[in-house]
């Protein structure tokens, strides 16, 4: 199987039905998430976390919390991605690998670190915004990584962020954003839905 | 160069410096944008719209919305990726290819526009919330299949989408959520920087 980008993006579907028989090992679980967290965040918040919902009985409780859908029951696991908010308050010790690495100085850490508590502090939509976005390239990331390693995944937004939340132990700065299952998706699967002409959706200026 | 998933996601880095002496074609521009559109989203409701900034003068336009970044003019090309409100409106349009092409029938396309309809109509929470998702699914997805045609890309969030809804005549319908320049970048851009240890981020319950 051909894994070039290209063909992992044109073959992904988003799956719903899923082999049951199979199981998932922790250490696929993990380089999974390892690869979504290379996805770009503002300033490298990195304003993310992962819930790995896998044993039968947390799967029951992420059900309850998402309307139901037997998916969730069904594939190996679901990964509740959130994004977070508030994240420049964690900014600093987000960042210190990078200026321990050398790439850039302390000085660039901490006016980052203004910039971010300023244009954030006081603002929930942009941390929300933040949450959304980041939490989205991850999940996205970890979609085209599951795909690249014979895996399947279903994004879903179908789900009661507070239930889950609760269910859960989320903090109030964790925002659930996607439910991700993922696994070994059933031959019975649609094929990837057509998508408009690129006319209805670009234009080049 | 090797073009597996796992080496894309961990050699991608968030450009800043682009070599401006380089241009990019329109059809290079269409491959970008057809397969960041094959991202998923919710009902398939595909609720994005891209304007690739390319010309002087619409990059000087952007940048002065976008705080003086002057990576906006210096890439190839800048996109800005909106999400779109009110989607439901037009799902039977985007869907109907998806009855044509035999994968499903026409009373599963009614059904979903009836229900995104029932969880939309009235709640613009929900529907700028799906329009954060997929338009940062599209945005990630472009990302990596630039990637794979040998460009570098860099996410933004820093700009004010008031300024680039008037500078670009978005409607209200529009929202812009992240600008992606793409192009050919300098060899002097920052390594990917350190990410959180695992621990830090995941949980497998």
């Given at each position: 199987m051909s894994d070039s980008i290209k063909t992992l993006i044109e073959s992904r579907v988003s799956t719903?039905?899923?082999?049951?028989s199979r199981t998932l090992s922790d250490e696929t679980v993990n380089e999974l998430v390892r690869l979504a967290t290379r996805a770009p965040s503002a300033y490298n918040l990195q304003n993310w976390r992962f819930i790995a919902v896998r044993s039968d009985e947390a799967k029951a409780r992420l059900k309850a919390a998402a309307y139901d859908q037997p998916q969730v029951l069904d594939a190996q696991v679901t990964f509740i991605v959130c994004g977070r908010l508030a994240a420049h308050e964690g900014l600093a010790e987000a960042l210190q690998p990078t200026v321990d690495a050398g790439i850039f100085a302390q000085e660039m850490l901490e006016g980052w670190v203004t910039e971010a508590s300023a244009s954030h502090k006081d603002n929930i939509n942009k941390q929300r915004d933040e949450a959304f976005r980041s939490a989205s390239l991850a999940a996205m990331t970890l979609m085209l990584a599951a795909e690249g390693m014979g895996l399947s995944t279903g994004p879903m937004s179908g789900f009661d962020p507070v239930a889950v939340s609760e269910a859960f132990g989320?903090?109030?700065?964790?925002?659930?954003?996607m439910l991700v299952t993922a696994g070994y998706g059933s031959d019975e699967n649609w094929p990837q839905k057509p998508r408009k002409p690129l006319d209805q959706v670009l234009e080049i200026v």
């Amino acid at each position: 199987m051909s894994d070039s980008i290209k063909t992992l993006i044109e073959s992904r579907v988003s799956t719903g039905l899923y082999d049951t028989s199979r199981t998932l090992s922790d250490e696929t679980v993990n380089e999974l998430v390892r690869l979504a967290t290379r996805a770009p965040s503002a300033y490298n918040l990195q304003n993310w976390r992962f819930i790995a919902v896998r044993s039968d009985e947390a799967k029951a409780r992420l059900k309850a919390a998402a309307y139901d859908q037997p998916q969730v029951l069904d594939a190996q696991v679901t990964f509740i991605v959130c994004g977070r908010l508030a994240a420049h308050e964690g900014l600093a010790e987000a960042l210190q690998p990078t200026v321990d690495a050398g790439i850039f100085a302390q000085e660039m850490l901490e006016g980052w670190v203004t910039e971010a508590s300023a244009s954030h502090k006081d603002n929930i939509n942009k941390q929300r915004d933040e949450a959304f976005r980041s939490a989205s390239l991850a999940a996205m990331t970890l979609m085209l990584a599951a795909e690249g390693m014979g895996l399947s995944t279903g994004p879903m937004s179908g789900f009661d962020p507070v239930a889950v939340s609760e269910a859960f132990g989320l903090t109030e700065k964790d925002v659930p954003v996607m439910l991700v299952t993922a696994g070994y998706g059933s031959d019975e699967n649609w094929p990837q839905k057509p998508r408009k002409p690129l006319d209805q959706v670009l234009e080049i200026v």
